[in-house]
């Protein structure tokens, strides 16, 4: 388990403690939290599970696979620490991770 | 005004399916995608990319399950329209009127949306602006090459469109290419191709550099650009294209009356049948309690819908539950038999 602060674009922030092994999409889908589409389910396939993680998480997560910066490219309004949400898998490693979601997915 | 016994929205996996049941028992049908090809998300998003969950099919990749899927429609007549968008359903008697933005009209008693998540649309800049400008010096998409001849071209993106066009134009415009990042997803022979002209000067290439602005009184002047180090360059520009792949929006379906609840329609599991008489949804962008997001729900739901077609489009005939091994009408059907 591992609480995830998820921070929409109005700066609402959702606290969340997401289980073990679901993605960082998943708990945000799973808990109704808004700003998140996740269009493909989780296929790697759409951009539509974009998010900006906080700076001092960026480096502790697992590195992007290939593929995620190609999609990031279609991603609406791509910064530095972009990432695509389906790609973060929740684990103890991550508990306290903190990411703001975009004001839109495309 | 085309006339049919059912119309489909949507040309993926579930829609294809269904027009093959639909046609297996008797009645004709009609299909209407925004994409211009036929395969949906299977073609779109993951033609390479091997599924593993479908029924007696080991593995397969999303075109090849299109392309079998086309093999067992090659029996029947089927009309595609593909390149149109349904904008409007609206209900004249009995019947359903049925619009697409290209002004073609059905006319008919069924309509299937096997939408998926919506129909394909480009993706666009995130500069609000830009929407001034679109379609007038602002693209994401070319008819015509010839309008940039001599002209400046900012081209944003980094896959096979935004190289391939920067190639192209690069022969009789000047063309600037601006992407996010410096690695391109493109063909690595564009790649190279594309790194050569800017050698040569024939392209100006930013890499780790996105649009901030567009700026213009009525007509497009210049663009400011920034990179990752918040350097900003103002360039001088008459077109701009954006080539960001392709998102899918639920669009107009939201405006034809239909419980709708998180981009999905809700439906009933017998018929699958929306809360508006004769107008059913299948596939992805159905939603009814336990539904899953599979290509095999989608079978069943077409199948199921196109049984509840046929009591709409033949009020006066009886439905005939029938196997296709033993079946002569079937068979004739499937042109398996005289």
């Not at chain 1, 620490?81 to 929740?90: E, G, K, M, T």
């Not at chain 2, 780790?208 to 567009?214: C, H, L, S, Y």
């Not at chain 2, 210049?222 to 077109?239: H, L, W």
């Not at chain 2, 998102?247 to 709708?260: D, F, K, V």
Request: with cysteine; aromatic share 8%.
């Amino acid at each position: 388990m591992a609480k995830i602060t998820y921070i929409t674009s109005d700066a609402k922030i959702h606290e969340i403690d997401v289980q073990n092994g679901l993605t960082v999409m998943e708990g945000a889908v799973q808990n109704d939290i808004p700003g998140i589409d996740a269009d493909c389910g989780g296929g790697m396939a759409c951009a539509t599970c974009h998010v900006y993680v906080q700076d001092k998480w960026f480096d502790k997560l697992p590195k992007k696979e290939d593929g995620e910066e190609d999609m990031l490219d279609m991603a609406f309004e791509p910064k530095k620490n972009s990432r695509l949400s389906c790609q973060i898998v929740v684990s103890d490693e991550i508990d306290g991770l903190i990411l703001n979601i975009p004001s839109k997915q495309g | 005004m085309n006339k049919t016994d059912a119309l489909i929205i949507g040309a993926g996996p579930t829609g294809l399916f269904t027009a093959h049941q639909l046609k297996l028992i008797g009645l004709d049908c009609e299909i209407v995608d925004n994409l211009d090809k036929i395969g949906g998300q299977c073609i779109e998003l993951y033609p390479d990319k091997p599924i593993y969950d479908i029924p007696a099919v080991p593995e397969c990749t999303g075109e090849e399950l299109t392309n079998n899927l086309l093999n067992q429609l090659k029996p029947f007549d089927i009309k595609f329209h593909l390149n149109e968008r349904v904008d409007e359903v609206k209900k004249e008697n009995d019947k359903w009127i049925v619009r697409t933005n290209g002004d073609t009209v059905f006319s008919t008693p069924n309509v299937i949306i096997a939408g998926g998540v919506g129909s394909f649309e480009p993706r666009k800049f995130a500069v609000k602006e830009c929407e001034k400008f679109e379609n007038t010096s602002v693209f994401y998409s070319i008819k015509d090459k010839r309008i940039f001849e001599g002209k400046t071209v900012s081209i944003f993106g980094g896959g096979d469109s935004a190289l391939d066009w920067a190639v192209e134009l690069s022969k009789n415009s000047k063309v600037n290419l601006i992407h996010r990042r410096d690695e391109f997803r493109g063909a690595q022979a564009t790649v190279e191709k594309v790194q050569q002209l800017s050698k040569n000067g024939k392209i100006n290439l930013f890499t780790k550099f996105q649009m901030t602005a567009i700026k213009g009184k009525n007509i497009l002047e210049s663009i400011d650009i920034k990179s990752d180090d918040n350097e900003v360059k103002t360039i001088q520009t008459d077109y701009v294209l954006g080539f960001f792949g392709l998102i899918m929006q639920l669009g107009p379906i939201a405006n034809w009356g239909l419980n709708i609840d998180k981009k999905t329609i809700e439906v009933d599991t017998e018929k699958f049948e929306t809360n508006q008489k004769g107008i059913y949804a299948v596939g992805d962008i159905c939603n009814y309690p336990g539904k899953l997001k599979l290509i095999l729900s989608g079978f069943h739901e077409g199948a199921l819908a196109a049984r509840a077609c046929f009591k709409l489009a033949r009020p006066n005939e009886k439905y005939r539950f029938e196997f296709t091994t033993t079946s002569s009408n079937l068979l004739k059907r499937l042109g398996k038999k005289d």
